[in-house]
């Protein structure tokens, strides 16, 4: 579903990503794991548009994506929710959900996502006159999340779902996460929180000093203590 062929990313004259290729396969959960500062999110907004890659070839659902327009992407089908989530504080619910839907016309497909999202997700159908601004957390990050299915993707891309949450919203982010399997919806995930993120996923590429430098089955990584040491600061 998703290809990347010898990608690197620079910032102006400062290179910071070299040589990344990986492949996601259709209903994938796929992890990026690595420390703070090896280019794991840099690479997430190559991906999605945000950033113009130095070199290489990024393909999607078969068609080369390098070098194409965030809103074109989107409409291709690969949504992408950053770190920063981005929600309108001062809008309700059903207002930011409405924003994910921006690259639909039609307002009975419209209507079709909203009831979807708020089967996948009853808390925000309970909140959606509420101001997103005065959720929890964890509501947020689902608000989040719920925004980027709007527009039906094949593929969403997650950046650090639950940075800065407490142990129960990162419950509810990781359940969230699980559901988008059940949906049928391809995960790419960043994540700081190594352990549960190689629990719910198929595989795992992990990145250091912006280099693809190990990749492999979750669950084989999860239980590698040599892995984890070297690459993931873990003992």
């Known amino acids: 579903m998703l290809e990347l062929k010898s990608v690197d990313i620079a910032y102006d004259y400062l290179q910071v990503v070299w040589d990344v290729s990986l492949k996601i396969n259709e209903g994938e959960i796929v992890a990026m794991l690595g420390l703070n500062g ?27 994506i390098t070098n194409t327009a965030s809103h074109v992407i ?13 929600l309108f504080t001062a809008m309700t619910v059903e207002d930011n959900l ?15 996502n909203l009831e ?33 299915l709007m527009s039906n993707p094949k593929m969403i891309i997650l950046d650090e779902p639950s940075m800065g949450l407490s142990p129960q919203n ?12 059940e949906e049928k919806v391809t995960t790419f995930i ?11 996923s198929d595989r795992a590429y992990i990145m250091e000093h912006g ?3 190990l990749e492999g089955e979750s669950e084989k990584i999860r239980k590698d203590d040599n892995i984890r040491k070297l690459y993931l600061g873990m003992g």
């Open 38 to 64: 090896a280019g794991k999110t840099t690479t997430l907004k190559t991906i999605a548009g945000l950033i113009k890659p130095k070199a290489g070839y990024i393909g999607f659902l078969g068609q080369e």
């Open 74 to 86: 989107l409409r291709k089908g690969l949504s992408f929710v950053p770190e920063e989530r981005n």
């Open 98 to 112: 409405r924003i994910g839907a921006y690259t639909i016309k039609n307002k009975a497909r419209i209507k079709s």
């Open 116 to 148: 979807y999202v708020y089967a996948l997700f009853p808390i925000l159908a309970q909140r959606r006159k509420q101001l997103s601004g005065t959720m929890s957390g964890g509501e947020r990050q689902m608000l989040a999340i719920a925004r980027g």
């Open 170 to 181: 990162v419950l509810i982010v990781f359940e969230t996460v699980k559901k988008l399997k």
């Open 190 to 200: 960043v994540e700081q929180n190594v352990n549960t993120t190689l629990l719910i």
């Open 211 to 213: 280099r693809i430098v």
